[in-house]
Every structure is written in C-alpha cells, then in structure tokens.
T-cell receptor, first 115, second 110 residues
Framework: DADVTQTPRNRITKTGKRIMLECSQT?????MYWYRQDPGLGLRLIYY???????NKGEISDGYSVSRQAQAKFSLSLESAIPNQTALYFC??????????????FGPGTRLTVL | AQRVTQPEKLLSVFKGAPVELKCNYS??????LFWYVQYSRQRLQLLLR??SRESIKGFTADLNKGETSFHLKKPFAQEEDSAMYYC????????????FGSGTRLLVRP
C-alpha cells in the first residue's frame, strides 16, 4: 500500500553505528508497528504505538528504540548496530476505529545489513 | 499462550495441483484470523480474513474452532501463487495486535 512509506529502502552500515529507519503514513491510522523479518522466523514485533503518547515494547525490543514524532511518523533507531540486526524491517499501521481487530497495512520494507 | 503455528516452512506443488497451507492457533478467546501474502520483493498484503468470508484469488480459508485451525486452500495452484504466506491472529487477549506464524513458502512448479 503506497500510503505507508519507509526510508531508506536499503542500508549497509558498520557495527557500532547509530541507524534510524523512518516510517510515514498518510492513512490517518492511529496505530503503528515495527517488525523485523528473518528467514525461518517470520515476523517479530519490535515496538508498537497505539497513539503518539503510547509506545510499547514488542517481543524483541532489546537493542532498539523508537520515536512517534507525530501520528503519521514512527521511527526506529538502532543505537549501536550489531551484525545480528541484519534483517528486513517492516513498518505497519492499523486503524482501531475502522477495524477493532486491527488489520495491518505494511510498508515496503527496509533491508538493513550490518557489517 | 497465544500462538500461531505454521508447520511447513516450504510447500512445493505442481501447477494445477490443490494447495493447502496449514495454520493452527492457540488462543483462549475468540480471535480474528488472517492470511497475509508476500510476493517476491513486495510488501506484505492481506490475502483474506475470517470475518469477511471472501474468496480471494481462488483461495479460501475456514475457521475450525474445534481443531483451532485456519488452513488456506486453493483447488488449482497457479505459478503466480508462489509467495510467502503468513497466518496471523488478533484478539482482545493480544490487545488486538497481530500475532504471526513463522510463514510458509509456497512454490508452484510449472
């Protein structure tokens, strides 16, 4: 869905560097999510935000932090990147008002490689 | 515990053959079940969900509460169905977050 965008789409960095991945949405959805995708492990939730003032850890939040700068923007930071954070990262949104079960809409993904 | 299990990492079939991608779940209440699909180099997108009871691209899925399953089926696979498929659930106990299975890669051979 083109209404959920992620930047950058690809990033190669070195161990120890700070990295920020950005997600923007024009759908007006209240909830936003960050996932990482690894082969054989599927999608794992890193952080999620129910609104600007409500941010929650997911199942694998260690080594990551997030910022919900506005309803439309949700950034994921790796304070000191390590090689096992090499993965495909997805942002997603959902609209509680429209769908209480929160069908999620995904961005195109950011492929991050940590050397 | 809330959990979604997709027992097959890879399912390989020939074009025209029937397909069934298995999904079992563990959940104490009444969840909503979803199937998401990810085609090569594309984002995840919703394929279908239980509440809508639609058939999308020839795929159907029936919720079996007794067996706690939501298997995805298609009678005649096409090569363009080759993709990664994820089963997911959402409900009150998960604060309506989606809980995903580990995914099944479907490969449809010509």
């Amino acid at each position: 869905d083109a209404d959920v965008t992620q930047t950058p789409r690809n990033r190669i960095t070195k161990t120890g560097k700070r990295i920020m991945l950005e997600c923007s949405q024009t759908k007006g959805h209240d909830r936003m999510y960050w996932y990482r995708q690894d082969p054989g492990l599927g999608l794992r939730l890193i952080y999620y935000s129910f609104d600007v003032k409500d941010i929650n850890k997911g199942e694998i939040s260690d080594g990551y932090s997030v910022s919900r700068q506005a309803q439309a923007k949700f950034s994921l930071s790796l304070e000191s990147a390590i090689p096992n954070q090499t993965a495909l990262y997805f942002c997603a949104t959902s609209d509680t008002d429209r769908d209480p079960y929160n069908e999620q809409f995904f961005g195109p993904g950011t492929r991050l490689t940590v050397l | 515990a809330q959990r979604v299990t997709q027992p097959e990492k890879l399912l390989s079939v020939f074009k025209g053959a029937p397909v069934e991608l298995k999904c079992n779940y563990s959940y104490s209440g009444s969840p909503e079940l979803f199937w998401y699909v990810q085609y090569s180099r594309q984002r995840l997108q919703l394929l279908l969900r239980h509440i809508s009871r639609e058939s999308i691209k020839g795929f159907t899925a029936d919720l079996n509460k007794g067996e706690t399953s939501f298997h995805l089926k298609k009678p005649f696979a096409q090569e363009e169905d080759s993709a990664m498929y994820y089963c997911a659930l959402s409900g009150l106990d998960s604060s309506y977050k989606l809980i995903f299975g580990s995914g099944t890669r479907l490969l449809v051979r010509p």
